[in-house]
T-cell receptor
Framework: GAGVSQSPRYKVTKRGQDVALRCDPI?????LYWYRQALGQGPEFLTY????????KSGLPNDRFSAERPEGSISTLTIQRTEQRDSAMYRC????????????FGSGTRLTVV | DQQVKQNSPSLSVQEGRISILNCDYT??????FLWYKKYPAEGPTFLIS?????DKNEDGRFTVFLNKSAKHLSLHIVPSQPGDSAVYFC?????????????FGKGTKLSVIP
């Protein structure tokens, strides 16, 4: 597609529920990244995929967070047993290679846990 | 501990004047710096970047200056236009295998007054 597409744009969920956030990167971009942005903060790195391989998950805050990219294109970030502190904007980005060049962000998914 | 700091949360500038946005960093491994611009309800978009081997990079109305000894960079916008009103994020990338990961500041909200 023309840009990085994320769905849903907004998600309100009850504490304890699982949520799945989707990212559709720019066609042909081999690298995909997930970031989390709290209100008034800059984006913070969560995890990185090169094709289908999850190369770095050092930014995932705990084991309730997981991500996959099974076919090297669309990615899903899953949060299990959501907590109020998980409320944030979740941003996906993609790039043509495994570097900062050509990073393109999506519009994000605003997650609210009530 | 913030490795990239933008100490001014907001800045107001008259149309036609110069806007100067500042950014400081603490990690000496950072060797590439980027500025992103973000409009409401959109993802951050790449604006301009600079490698640590340079001290200045210019692109139209936008110039980024890097002072490595002071670990400081600044973005100059001349002349400022109302359409420049947005949140500006400073980001940095470290050399080596982790160069895909961007570390962001908290952002500075620029308002250009007509």
């Amino acid at each position: 597609g023309a840009g990085v597409s994320q769905s849903p744009r907004y998600k309100v969920t009850k504490r304890g529920q699982d949520v799945a956030l989707r990212c559709d990167p720019i066609s042909g971009h081999v690298s995909l990244y997930w970031y989390r942005q709290a209100l008034g903060q800059g984006p913070e790195f969560l995890t990185y995929f090169n094709y289908e391989a999850q190369q770095d998950k050092s930014g995932l805050p705990n084991d309730r967070f997981s991500a996959e990219r099974p076919e090297g294109s669309i990615s899903t970030l899953t949060i299990q047993r959501t907590e109020q502190r998980d409320s944030a904007m979740y941003r996906c980005a993609s790039s043509p290679s495994d570097s900062h060049y050509g990073y393109t962000f999506g519009s994000g998914t605003r997650l609210t846990v009530v | 501990d913030q490795q990239v700091k933008q100490n001014s949360p907001s800045l107001s500038v008259q149309e036609g004047r110069i806007s100067i946005l500042n950014c400081d960093y603490t990690n000496s491994m950072f060797d590439y710096f980027l500025w992103y611009k973000k409009y409401p309800a959109e993802g951050p978009t790449f604006l301009i970047s600079i490698s640590s081997i340079k001290d200045k990079n210019e692109d139209g109305r936008f110039t980024v200056f890097l002072n490595k000894s002071a670990k400081h960079l600044s973005l100059h916008i001349v002349p400022s236009q109302p359409g420049d009103s947005a949140v500006y994020f400073c980001a940095a990338s470290a050399r080596g295998a982790g160069s895909y990961q961007l570390t962001f500041g908290k952002g500075t909200k620029l308002s250009v007054i007509p």
